[in-house]
């Protein structure tokens, strides 16, 4: 069963999850938005920033957010002024670590979810006299809602499986920055096999459980839905 | 009011280079082949394509070197070619879309756009649970449910089949009739255009090649628009009598009279009357044992060759033109030159409303 660390460990993955998700959204949604409608020179370049993650081994990307996040890197130096402390090691840190580790997993969905959309309605939209804001939110938001879904699962879910990143800004303190996935490792590494099954049992299932719930919702909400 | 209009436009493989001036009462249809740049025209007049111009509506300054109106501000409603409701509202959701952002506009407007089109039974129903016909007409009641000042309409009846033509035709010759919106109406279709406007814009690869009164343009022999299997004049007439025992109305117009067999007529209703050309031969004195109802006297206007064995002749009748076919041979027999009196027989009219 789990016992009081497993358990905090699992509170600390669903907080991180659910802040980081919050933050992807807000984040990704003008990202995405932007990205689907703009012709700009720089769209590639900045398209290929947020795809890094996709590819980059979560070391390296740990490493450098450590150096980052660090005492002596440029976050861990704004940190230290506004809260007294650098991120590194800290739950803030490893927000900043997630999202940035997920970005790619929120902004694609959304970001095809505009671009399926296509610029009518939004022409409609401003015939009938609305302005850009109202259009984005009367308009843009409710036509991509499955995007939002596919979105928002996927980025919770790969920040709850984020292991490589966590393990290296993270420093596994429990309460504050023990996630799932560290104690999974953490308990294999003391052959606590027993707890360990728990939590990688739930985890998968608890994946598998969502995922069906997304694939069905998406079913429902078609994106072909509307052409003649 | 009228629109006055300089915009220009350069793209890799097209240019629309435009100065004119639209005179905003009743319909108004720009008329060209695909490419001509019809369709851009009516969106840089939306505001939805930006160019380098001058745009002015009334009294108002649209589009001027420092100045560009966004399209939320002008007042406009436009229908697309293709009804493009919102999937996420629903028809009443979709109608109050602009009439709830309109600031002109008010209940009464919107009942009447949803009443003349004929869709309060549709009201409560998903967009994609209609027919092409009646999106398009959701699409129209949409548009005129902000009280706009111009409608602008880009081929509003080419995504749809012949009976949803057919469907919609009527309806937007009621918006002519009974609303006092000026409307611009973009189409590649002389039956659209012959059917329903007042004045006729003809594009050609960007530029304007003629613009003018309908009637006119239709009849003249230096463009393309008269020539052709289709070619034919156009008459505004006022219905007049009906002949009980003959079962035959009466159709006054400036030239004289039409009879026609149609009844559900009623007297003093403006109608148009439409001509081809082949329908009409000529005769020197007016034959009176004849099968043709339909002969009056006219006056030779213009002559022009029709390809090699035929000749298009242009003929005033009162303040009326009419378009005559015949072949060269029979205008050489006749002697036909500009100012000759000559009866037109007109073998068949078609009554356009």
Known sequence: MLNEFDLSALIVTLKLAAVSTA???LLGTPLAWWLSRTHCKLKALLEALIALPLVLPPTVLGFYLLIALGSNGPLGQISQWISGQPLAFTFAGLVVGSVIYSLPFVVQPLQNAFSSIGSRPIEVAATLGATPVDRFFTVALPLARTGFVTAAVLGFAHTVGE???????????????QVLSIAIYDHVEALEYGNAHWLAGGLLLASFITLVVVYSLNRRFSLFRGSE | MSIECRLKTVRPNFSLDVDLSISLKGITAIFGPSGSGKTTLLRALAGLEKNNGYLKVGEVIWESESHFLPTHLRSIGYVFQEPSLFQHLSVRGNIEYGYKRSKISNQSVMEKAI???????????????????????????????????????????????????????????????KLDIPIIYVTHSVDEAAYLADQLILLDKGRVSASGEIAEMLTRLDLTLSHGERAASLIQAIVGDYDENYKLTYIDFSGGQFTVPRKQLSKGDRVRIRIEARDVSLTIHQQSET??????????????????????VKLRVGNDLLLSCITRKSAQQLDLKVGKKLYAQIKSVALLS
């Not at chain 2, 043709?292 to 390809?307: K, S, T």
């Open chain 1, 23 to 25: 933050i992807l959204l």
């Open chain 2, 291 to 312: 099968s043709i109802l339909n002969i009056l006297p006219v006056i030779v206007d213009e002559i022009a060759d029709e390809g090699d064995a035929q000749v298009l």
């Open chain 2, 115 to 177: 009443e003349l089109l004929q869709i309060d039974h549709l009201l409560n129903r998903k967009a994609d649970e209609l027919s092409g016909g009646e999106r398009q007409r959701v699409a129209i009641a949409r548009a005129l449910s902000c009280a706009p000042g111009i409608l602008l309409m880009d081929e509003p009846l080419a995504s749809l089949g012949e009976k949803h033509k057919k469907e919609i035709l009527p309806f937007l010759e009621l918006l002519h009739a």
């Open chain 1, 163 to 177: 292991f490589g990143v966590v393990l290296m800004i993270g420093g596994s303190i429990p309460g504050e920055t």
